[in-house]
T-cell receptor, first 115, second 109 residues
Framework: IAGITQAPTSQILAAGRRMTLRCTQD?????MYWYRQDLGLGLRLIHY???????GKGEVPDGYSVSRANTDDFPLTLASAVPSQTSVYFC??????????????FGPGTRLTVL | GQNIDQPTEMTATEGAIVQINCTYQ??????LFWYQQHAGEAPTFLSY??LDGLEEKGRFSSFLSRSKGYSYLLLKELQMKDSASYLC??????????WGAGTKLIIKP
């Protein structure tokens, strides 16, 4: 593994189903982030984690949950998917949250369609 | 509130120079990032400014004026591969990035 990986690459999901998007990084970065990107809008932060064992809510957290059991993994779960959650989801990581020089590096994204 | 303003789309000619402007309003300020995003791909880091002035990195340069809440990305000697969206992202007082919708740059031969 090099950098950040996400799985699946794409998924079509029936409304009401539960879904977990996976994200793994091998850079030993402390901070990890989940964003969604919709056409015509900027990236919007869903949840973040400054270090293993801690998580925080971003701009659009409703309907999503995360966990950070270790440094490398940061899964995003949709408990009961709805069509408005159709989007492209990006996971990102950075070496040290809370620093003004902290650059975020992105995974390749997961394209999710909820019908 | 927090707000980012960038042009939605710009067109330029191969070999030319283009300037993409970004104005922002954030709760506090801890620097500004520019990212490039090709269609269907993830954003990739281009540049970072925290002090006023110009930062040059090869064909790309980025400028910041903190007092005016203004930044621009300057791309020289444009190549077809520069066709992409360019995302302006200032960092607020909580060290969170606030993302603009991006400027889609179309390069014509």
């Amino acid at each position: 593994i090099a950098g950040i990986t996400q799985a699946p690459t794409s998924q079509i999901l029936a409304a009401g189903r539960r879904m977990t998007l996976r994200c793994t990084q091998d850079m030993r970065h402390n901070a990890m982030y989940w964003y969604r990107q919709d056409l015509g809008l900027g990236l919007r932060l869903i949840h973040y984690s400054n270090t293993a064992g801690t998580t925080g809510k971003g701009e659009v957290p409703d309907g999503y949950s995360v966990s950070r059991a270790n440094t490398d993994d940061f899964p995003l779960t949709l408990a009961s998917a709805v069509p408005s959650q159709t989007s492209v989801y990006f996971c990102a990581s950075s070496e040290l949250s809370g620093s003004s020089t902290d650059t975020q590096y992105f995974g390749p994204g997961t394209r999710l369609t909820v019908l | 509130g927090q707000n980012i303003d960038q042009p939605t789309e710009m067109t330029a000619t191969e070999g030319a120079i283009v300037q993409i402007n970004c104005t922002y309003q954030t709760s506090g300020f801890n620097g500004l990032f520019w990212y490039q995003q090709h269609a269907g791909e993830a954003p990739t880091f281009l540049s970072y400014n925290v002090l006023d002035g110009l930062e040059e990195k090869g064909r790309f340069s980025s400028f910041l004026s903190r007092s005016k809440g203004y930044s621009y990305l300057l791309l020289k000697e444009l190549q077809m591969k520069d066709s992409a969206s360019y995302l302006c992202a200032p960092m607020d007082s909580n060290y969170q990035l606030i993302w603009g919708a991006g400027t889609k740059l179309i390069i014509k031969p």
